[in-house]
Structure formats: C-alpha cells, structure tokens
C-alpha cells in the first residue's frame, strides 16, 4: 500500500494514499462535522460541513471527497473554516422550522447538534419558506420535507444500497425536495419500506410511525442479531423502561448498516400483550403456564421414555429460520449427539 505524508493542524501523519482528507482526519481522531457523508456511498459533496483549509488552494475544499496528497498541509478548524460552517448553518437554518421543542428527532439531530456546537441560534437571513404537505401514505415513516435539508443520503441509500430507487430529488433550486417520481406518494411507489432512508436521515425529515414518545438519551441500546430470518443482520435496539421502542441498523457483516421492513419496523410484536413469554402445558386438556424447569423436564422425561421403547430413529428435530446460525448449530448438536438421530431440517429448505 502506498502511502503519503500529510500534515493536519500542523501534526504529521502517514496515510494511506486513496485517504480522503475526511478519512486521514478521523485517523488522527479528529472529528469533521458531515450532514451528508455516509463511508458506504460515494462522496456527495453537497452539504459543504466538512470543508477544510488546504494550504495553496484558493477556496475551501470539501475534505470528504478531497484525497490526500504528499506534503498536503490541511486546517480543519481554522476561524476560516469555522466561519464557512456557521454560515451553512446559517442558510440552513434559514428555512427549517425552528421546532426542536417538539421535534421526535430532538437529542439525535445533526442540524441540531451543529447548531449548538457553532453557536448558531437563529438565521441572519429573511424570506420564504418551504411549505410542503406530509407525505404519510407510508404505513411506517412519515416523510416531511420542511425539515429536509437537501443531503440526498436517502435517495442515495435507496438506490446504491437498497437499489430499489424509491426516491429522488424533484425540481430544483429553492423548490428542490426528495419525493417519489410524479409525487405519487411512497405507499404508491415501488418503495419496499425497507426504512433504510429513514435510518440514514440526519434530520427529522423522515421519521418511523411506529415511534413511541422517547428521546434518545432516555434509551439503552441493546445490540443483537434480527429473529426474522437467517441473515443475521445486526441492530440495536433502544429500550426504554424495558419496552422496546425503537430499532436502529447496526453494521454487522452480513447487513452493512442495512436492514429490511421487519428488522427496522417490525418490533411492536416483543410488548404484544398476547405474547407467549412463559411455557404452557396441557394438563386435563387446558394450556396452563408453567415455570421452564417445569417444561424442560417434562421434554426430557418424555424424550427418554420414547427413546427407551423406540429408539432413536423415531426422532425427527424441525427447525427455524428466524433462529441464527448459532442456535441452529446447537439445535442439530442437540439431535444428532444428544437424541441420537440424523433426521433434523429446516423450514428454509422447502
Ligand atoms: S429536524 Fe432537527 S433541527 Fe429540525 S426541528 Fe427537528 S430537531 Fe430541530
Ligand atoms: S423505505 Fe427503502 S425502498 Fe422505500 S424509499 Fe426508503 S430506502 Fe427506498
Ligand atoms: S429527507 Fe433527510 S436524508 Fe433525505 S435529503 Fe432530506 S435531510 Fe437528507
């Protein structure tokens, strides 16, 4: 691997020379603010938050798609650059609604926290402002574009992750907002609700239905591996008050960051009231709860007793593809050493 020898606020670093300035940077743990970089997309450019002072360049570059070069001298938090931030933050801010009060995205907001971090309080700038209708025709998110800011991560996720191309950008310049193509709606378009855009929106542009009222810093997360299905995809869930409320995408190596409609959405069933969370055993033909040492010996009196007048081969284990590879592995383990018979498949193969 070639590398290069750059220097960052005046520290010397080697780096890998296909490094963005962005990645060499984060190297060094320095932290470039970004609205619309995602490591999993190709570089945008479009927010302008990461712009950095690259010494004999005239402008300001944008260092999430500027790549290193030897000798390069960078500032990233030069007055220069700070100013260049505010003032995105500035014109941003000039047309959102100004609701972080009762915002669902409030405490997990990039806008927000950039806000805050720059000390922009209110807008320098007068005039319209975007009025659009919600879209909720989406059984799962709301899209609300008076609080988008243009930083195309969804449409992109949608289409160079997702591949599906739900969305898009329609017209342009003040007009230019994320919709489907001729405005049809989402619920009317080949969107898959997969929520992946949602995931990804750095704003509260596009939030879940499905959210109870919580605010981010109120939650635990819980990292773990979807029950769905067999791919594994890993996520976190944000628990609050041991109820879950939320789910976001973590980035495991079978999901890259990436879920589908029931890992991101699909969570209301683990508070379902009518949930079975404790063994039922028939005793004089009625289900009765029991403890599971209850159920667990019962399983094994009776697996014993066949066993012992049959033999093993009466045996046949079926199990499930929303268990993970793990508990699939055990579940053979458990016929083929522990019952004794090979006779063990999966729903998957059908
Ligand atoms: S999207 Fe962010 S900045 Fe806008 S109102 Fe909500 S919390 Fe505030
Ligand atoms: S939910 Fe998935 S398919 Fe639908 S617009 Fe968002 S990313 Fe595209
Ligand atoms: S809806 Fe969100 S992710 Fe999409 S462009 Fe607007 S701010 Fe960015």
Request: proline content about 3%.
């Amino acid at each position: 691997m070639d590398t290069v020898i750059i220097k960052i606020n005046d520290e010397r670093v080697e780096v890998p020379n296909d490094f963005t300035i962005l990645q060499a940077a984060k190297k060094m743990g320095i932290d470039i603010p970004t609205l619309c970089y995602d490591e999993r997309l190709e570089s945008h450019a479009a927010c302008r938050m990461c712009v950095v002072e690259v010494e004999g360049a005239r402008n300001l570059q944008t260092s999430c798609s500027l790549k290193v070069a030897d000798g390069m001298e960078i500032k990233t938090h030069s007055e220069r650059v700070i100013q260049a931030r505010k003032d995105i933050l500035d014109l941003l801010w000039a047309n959102h609604p100004n609701d972080c009060l009762t915002c669902e995205k409030s405490g997990e907001c990039k806008l927000q926290e950039y806000c805050y971090k720059y000390d922009v309080k209110e807008t320098t700038f007068e005039g319209k402002r975007k009025n659009y209708e919600i879209d909720d025709s989406s059984p799962f998110f709301y899209n609300n574009q008076n609080k988008c800011i243009n930083c195309g991560k969804c449409v992109r996720v949608c289409s160079e992750l997702q591949h599906t191309n739900a969305i898009g950008f329609s017209e342009r310049g003040f007009n230019t907002h994320v919709s489907t193509p001729f405005e049809i709606g989402i619920d009317n378009s080949v969107c898959v609700s997969c929520g992946n855009c949602v995931s990804v929106c750095p704003v509260g542009a596009l939030m879940p239905k499905s959210k109870e009222k919580f605010r981010l810093w109120e939650t635990k997360k819980v990292r773990t591996t979807c029950s769905y299905c067999g791919v594994g995809c890993q996520m976190d869930l944000l628990v609050k008050d041991n109820k879950v409320v939320g789910v976001q995408p973590a980035n495991g190596p079978s999901n890259n960051g990436l879920l589908c409609v029931k890992g991101k959405f699909g969570f209301n069933f683990i508070n379902h009231p009518d949930r079975l969370n404790k063994p039922l055993i028939k005793k004089d033909g009625q289900f009765v709860e029991s403890s599971w040492e209850e159920a667990y010996g019962l399983i094994v009196e009776k697996v014993n007793n066949i066993k012992s007048e049959k033999g093993s081969e009466v045996f046949a284990g079926f199990t499930s593809a929303r268990c993970t590879n793990e508990e699939n592995y055990l579940f053979q383990k458990l016929f083929r050493a522990g019952i004794g018979t090979n006779s063990v498949d999966h729903c998957a193969r059908l």
